[in-house]
């Protein structure tokens, strides 16, 4: 009785062992092929009111639908004339970009600026650890989604008068680099890319900011792994996504004082695009949307080489 009750735990464990390694390989798995089955084909594009704003540009929110299934929400800023279609910066921030674009970008000078929400579509806010884990599906689709999210804003762009899909660079910015990165190396069409606030090693960035939270720092180390596998991280490398940007050109932006990403990451993230490319650094600390000035002053940057 003993000697088969050693062998059922035997086995037990065997299968635990193996499920538990089929787990892991399943999400260390790179997730390419998604990208491009989920951009789709633009099926509708559901607008809002569009808002006048002082200075005399206008915002409008939009849904897009794909065929695919995929959908985005996003938020337009643009000058309510202009003389003819304008270039076009497609921003990739943090969640809720859309929606605090208004408040965060203001004027979008001679130019269309497009924000992007995340396509988070699961039914709970994700504020902790559990709503984290209870809409784990939605979250990881969500992250999946996001690059194509961005090519299908070029492809309704297209169509619009007011638009020069020619002349279209993407902005990641701190979260949004890794799917920044993702979405210009798959599309040519965004003509730069801007990555700002971002570097290379995603899972060591997500070490460095848990190790402020979490102690011992093992256990940190072992979280950041976990978080790592659970979000695909193995899809969004960083530095693997940069390298297929050229020859289109790449610039990296870092900040000295950034409390939440080392500079070597920062370096390494430059050193692994291909050329033509630039690395500036700013001073202040990571951007922020409760820091406005200081994404203000990015922008500035950014529109500077746009107008050029």
């Given at each position: 009785m003993a000697k088969r009750i050693l062998v059922l735990a035997l086995v037990a464990t065997a299968l635990l062992?193996?499920?538990?390694?089929?787990?892991?390989?399943?999400?260390?798995?790179?997730?390419?092929?998604a990208f491009v089955e989920r951009r789709g084909t633009l099926v509708s594009a559901v607008s809002?009111?569009?808002?006048?704003?002082?200075?005399?540009?206008?915002?409008?929110?939009?849904?897009?639908?794909?065929?695919?299934g995929l959908a985005v929400d996003?938020?337009?800023l643009r000058p309510a004339t202009a003389p003819g279609p304008l270039p076009v910066l497609v921003l990739l921030g943090g969640h809720r970009t859309?929606?605090?674009?208004?408040?965060?970008?203001g004027d979008p000078g001679d130019a269309v600026m497009v924000a992007l929400d995340y396509p988070y579509r699961g039914p709970n806010p994700v504020r902790s650890v559990a709503s984290f884990l209870g809409s784990l599906e939605d979250v990881q689709r969500a992250l999946l989604?996001?690059?194509?999210?961005?090519?299908?804003?070029?492809?309704?762009?297209?169509?619009?008068?007011?638009?020069?899909?020619?002349?279209a660079e993407l902005v990641g910015v701190s979260f949004g680099v890794p799917f920044a990165a993702v979405a210009g190396g798959l599309d040519p069409r965004f003509r730069r890319v801007w990555l700002i606030h971002g570097g290379a090693n995603n899972r060591g960035w997500i070490e460095h900011n848990l190790r402020?939270?979490?102690?011992?720092?093992?256990?940190?180390?072992?979280?950041a792994t976990l978080v790592h596998l659970l979000v695909y991280g193995s899809s969004f490398e960083?530095?693997?996504?940069?390298?297929?940007?050229?020859?289109?050109?790449?610039?990296?932006?870092?900040?000295r004082d950034d409390?939440?990403?080392?500079?070597?990451?920062?370096?390494?993230?430059?050193?692994?695009?291909?050329?033509?490319?630039?690395l500036l650094w700013t001073a202040g600390g990571h951007i922020d949307t409760d820091r406005p000035e200081l994404v203000q002053a990015l922008l500035a940057i950014v529109r500077a080489r746009l107008a050029q």
């Open positions: 062992a193996a499920g538990g390694a089929w787990w892991v390989a399943d999400l260390s798995r790179p997730r390419h092929e809002e009111p569009a808002e006048m704003h002082p200075g005399g540009y206008l915002s409008q929110g939009y849904t897009l639908r794909a065929d695919s996003i938020r337009v859309g929606r605090d674009a208004v408040r965060v970008l989604d996001t690059p194509p999210a961005a090519s299908l804003v070029l492809d309704w762009l297209a169509d619009t008068a007011w638009a020069d899909t020619g002349r402020r939270r979490i102690e011992p720092a093992w256990l940190g180390s072992v979280s960083t530095e693997e996504w940069v390298a297929r940007i050229a020859p289109r050109p790449v610039v990296v932006i870092g900040a409390e939440l990403l080392p500079e070597h990451k920062v370096q390494a993230l430059y050193e692994a695009a291909g050329q033509p490319k630039e």
